[in-house]
C-alpha cells in the first residue's frame, strides 16, 4: 500500500478549513499539513551522527492560517480544545514557554525572531491525526507544520533543511529535548512508497524505494506510557558523550560514535568502561544494519530485512538498555506469528511504540493475536494501526 496526494488528507483539511471559517468568518490564507515518523532501523543513531531509515506515515497534523494586521497571533488547537494568544516575542524578548502543545509554537516564534524573521500577527486553527506520545514523532509533524504554515503566509522562503534545524531547535533549545534530527527531516521530506536513508553526519540523504513484495508495517503502541523516555533520551546521549571523551583521551580522534568504523569497534570498545561499551557498540552495529536493510530492501529481501529489525531490538534491549519487559514479550509475542518478519522498539523506547514488518494479509492478524496474551501478563492494552510511506509536508492555498 502507499499513500501519494492531499487526498488522504482531505478530511484533516476539511477539518482545520471549516473550524477557520467558523471561528474567524472567512477562508484561510495557508495550509500546511506535516506526517509523522516511522523508522525501520537505525534507532538511537541520529545524534550520535549515525544513520537512520524513516519513512513519513500517511498520518500528519494540519494547520489552516491568515495573517491578521498588528503583532497579536491567535491559534487554537482542536486536539487539546485550547487557545494560545499572544503578541509576537522581540527577539531579547522571548516567549515564555508552556509545558503543553502551546509551548511549541511559543518557541517556534522564538526561534524565528532569533533568527530575524519578520512576522506579522495571524491566526491559526491546528488539528492532527498522528497519535500523540506513541512514537511517530507527532511532536515534529506538528512542528513543521506550524513552521511550514508561517513560511507560507509570511514568505520567509526558509529552505527544507532550515526548517528542518529549526523545529529541532525548537525541541532542543525551548524544550530540553536533546533530540537529533531524524524526526523532522522525515516529516519534511517525506516520499511516498519510500523510505528515507540519512547520514547524520553529512546530511546527506537518499529515497529508498519499498518495494518488496508483499510487505507492509505496522505499529504497535504498548500503551506504557514514555513517562522515562525523556530523561532516558537524555542519559543515553550523556553516556555516549562521555565514550566519546574517554576515546579522545586515549588515541581515538573522534567527535561522534559513528565515526568508528566496524573494524576498529573491537580495540575501541576495549578502552571503555561496561556501560559506554556496550552504548558504543550498539551504535556502530546499528549503523552497520541500516546499511545492511537498505541492501535488503534494494535487493527485496524481506527475510533478510526483519533479522535486521530483529537483531536491532535485541540490541536495544541488551546492549542500548532502552527496552521493557512489556516491549520485548510483545517482539517476542508478534515474532512467532506466521508471516510476521520482524519487530523492534521504535524510538527513544521505555515505553511508546514497536514496529513490525509483515506479509500483507497477516497484519491483520497481529493485534489480535497480542491482545489477551499480552493483557493476561501485563494488564495492558496493546493497540496499533498500519502506516504506509507517504509524502512529507506539503502547503495549499485553499
Ligand atoms: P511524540 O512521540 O508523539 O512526538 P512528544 O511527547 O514528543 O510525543 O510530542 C507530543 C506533543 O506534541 C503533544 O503533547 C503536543 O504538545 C504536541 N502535539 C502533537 N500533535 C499535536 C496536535 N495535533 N495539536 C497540538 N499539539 C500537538
Ligand atoms: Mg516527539
Same mark, same amino acid.
Given at each position: 500500500?502507499?499513500?501519494?496526494?492531499?487526498?488522504?488528507? &482531505?478530511?484533516?483539511?476539511?477539518?482545520?478549513?471549516?473550524?477557520?471559517?467558523?471561528? @474567524?468568518?472567512?477562508?484561510?490564507?495557508?495550509?500546511?499539513?506535516?506526517?509523522?515518523?516511522?523508522?525501520?532501523? %537505525?534507532? !538511537?543513531?541520529?545524534?550520535?551522527?549515525?544513520?537512520?531509515?524513516?519513512?513519513?506515515?500517511?498520518?500528519?497534523?494540519?494547520?489552516?492560517?491568515?495573517?491578521?494586521?498588528?503583532? %497579536? @497571533?491567535?491559534?487554537e488547537s482542536l486536539d487539546f480544545s485550547d487557545e494560545l494568544?499572544?503578541?509576537?516575542?522581540? &527577539?531579547?524578548?522571548? $516567549?515564555?514557554?508552556?509545558?503543553?502543545?502551546?509551548?511549541?509554537?511559543?518557541?517556534?516564534?522564538?526561534?524565528?525572531?532569533?533568527?530575524? !524573521?519578520?512576522?506579522?500577527?495571524?491566526?491559526?486553527?491546528?488539528?492532527?491525526?498522528?497519535?500523540?506520545?506513541?512514537?511517530?514523532?507527532?511532536?515534529?509533524? @506538528?512542528?513543521?507544520?506550524?513552521? &511550514?504554515?508561517?513560511?507560507?503566509?509570511?514568505?520567509?522562503?526558509?529552505?527544507?533543511?532550515?526548517?528542518?534545524?529549526?523545529?529541532?531547535?525548537?525541541?532542543? !533549545?525551548?524544550? %530540553?529535548?536533546?533530540?537529533?534530527?531524524?524526526?523532522?527531516?522525515?516529516?519534511?521530506?517525506?516520499?511516498?512508497?519510500?523510505?528515507?536513508?540519512?547520514?547524520?553526519?553529512?546530511?546527506?540523504?537518499?529515497?529508498?524505494?519499498?518495494?518488496?513484495?508483499?510487505?507492509?508495517?505496522?505499529?504497535?503502541?504498548?500503551?506504557?506510557?514514555?513517562?522515562?523516555?525523556?530523561?532516558?533520551?537524555?542519559?543515553?546521549?550523556?553516556?555516549?558523550?562521555?565514550?566519546?571523551?574517554?576515546?579522545?583521551?586515549?588515541?581515538?580522534?573522534?567527535?561522534?560514535?559513528?565515526?568508528?568504523?566496524?573494524?576498529?569497534?573491537?580495540?575501541?570498545?576495549?578502552?571503555?568502561?561496561?556501560?559506554?561499551?556496550?552504548?558504543?557498540? !550498539?551504535?556502530?552495529?546499528?549503523?552497520?544494519?541500516?546499511?545492511?536493510?537498505?541492501?535488503?530492501?534494494?535487493?527485496?529481501?524481506?527475510?533478510? $530485512?526483519?533479522?535486521?529489525?530483529?537483531?536491532?531490538?535485541?540490541?536495544?534491549?541488551?546492549?542500548?538498555?532502552?527496552?521493557?519487559?512489556?516491549?520485548?514479550?510483545?517482539?517476542?509475542?508478534?515474532?512467532?506469528?506466521?508471516?510476521?518478519?520482524?519487530?523492534?522498539?521504535?524510538?527513544? %523506547?521505555?515505553?511508546?511504540?514497536?514496529?513490525?514488518?509483515?506479509?500483507?494479509?497477516?497484519?491483520?492478524?497481529?493485534?489480535?493475536?497480542?491482545?489477551?496474551?499480552?493483557?493476561?501478563?501485563?494488564?495492558?492494552?496493546?493497540?496499533?494501526?498500519?502506516?504506509?510511506?507517504?509524502?512529507?509536508?506539503?502547503?495549499?492555498?485553499?
Open positions: 500500500m502507499q499513500a501519494s496526494g492531499a487526498e488522504i488528507h &482531505s478530511a484533516l483539511i476539511s477539518r482545520v478549513t471549516a473550524r477557520f471559517r467558523e471561528r @474567524f468568518g472567512a477562508a484561510p490564507e495557508v495550509v500546511a499539513v506535516a506526517p509523522g515518523r516511522a523508522n525501520i532501523i %537505525g534507532e !538511537h543513531t541520529d545524534y550520535n551522527g549515525g544513520f537512520v531509515l524513516p519513512f513519513a506515515v500517511d498520518r500528519a497534523v494540519a494547520v489552516a492560517l491568515a495573517r491578521t494586521p498588528g503583532r %497579536g @497571533f491567535a491559534l494568544t499572544g503578541d509576537l516575542p522581540a &527577539s531579547q524578548a522571548p $516567549l515564555p514557554i508552556r509545558r503543553d502543545w502551546a509551548g511549541y509554537v511559543a518557541g517556534i516564534l522564538n526561534e524565528l525572531a532569533v533568527g530575524g !524573521h519578520a512576522l506579522e500577527g495571524f491566526r491559526g486553527v491546528v488539528a492532527g491525526e498522528v497519535p500523540i506520545g506513541s512514537g511517530l514523532s507527532s511532536s515534529a509533524a @506538528f512542528e513543521v507544520a506550524v513552521v &511550514s504554515a508561517l513560511d507560507l503566509a509570511f514568505g520567509l522562503g526558509l529552505p527544507p533543511w532550515d526548517k528542518v534545524r529549526l523545529c529541532q531547535a525548537t525541541e532542543n !533549545h525551548w524544550f %530540553g529535548v536533546r533530540s537529533g534530527l531524524m524526526d523532522q527531516f522525515a516529516s519534511v521530506f517525506g516520499q511516498p512508497g519510500a523510505a528515507l536513508f540519512l547520514d547524520n553526519t553529512t546530511l546527506a540523504w537518499r529515497a529508498i524505494p519499498l518495494q518488496v513484495p508483499d510487505l507492509e508495517w505496522l505499529v504497535l503502541d504498548s500503551g506504557v506510557p514514555r513517562t522515562l523516555a525523556a530523561s532516558g533520551y537524555n542519559t543515553r546521549r550523556g553516556e555516549c558523550e562521555r565514550a566519546v571523551g574517554l576515546l579522545n583521551q586515549v588515541r581515538h580522534p573522534i567527535r561522534l560514535l559513528s565515526e568508528i568504523r566496524p573494524d576498529q569497534l573491537g580495540a575501541a570498545l576495549g578502552l571503555l568502561p561496561d556501560v559506554e561499551s556496550r552504548r558504543a557498540r !550498539h551504535v556502530v552495529e546499528e549503523n552497520a544494519r541500516v546499511l545492511a536493510a537498505v541492501g535488503a530492501l534494494v535487493v527485496g529481501d524481506a527475510c533478510w $530485512l526483519g533479522s535486521l529489525l530483529d537483531e536491532s531490538h535485541r540490541s536495544l534491549r541488551d546492549a542500548y538498555e532502552v527496552s521493557l519487559p512489556e516491549l520485548d514479550f510483545l517482539a517476542e509475542t508478534a515474532r512467532a506469528l506466521e508471516g510476521v518478519v520482524g519487530v523492534r522498539l521504535m524510538g527513544a %523506547g521505555f515505553g511508546g511504540s514497536m514496529i513490525v514488518a509483515a506479509r500483507a494479509g497477516a497484519v491483520e492478524r497481529v493485534i489480535p493475536a497480542l491482545v489477551e496474551p499480552y493483557r493476561q501478563r501485563f494488564g495492558r492494552v496493546v493497540g496499533g494501526f498500519r502506516v504506509a510511506p507517504s509524502r512529507g509536508a506539503y502547503t495549499l492555498r485553499p
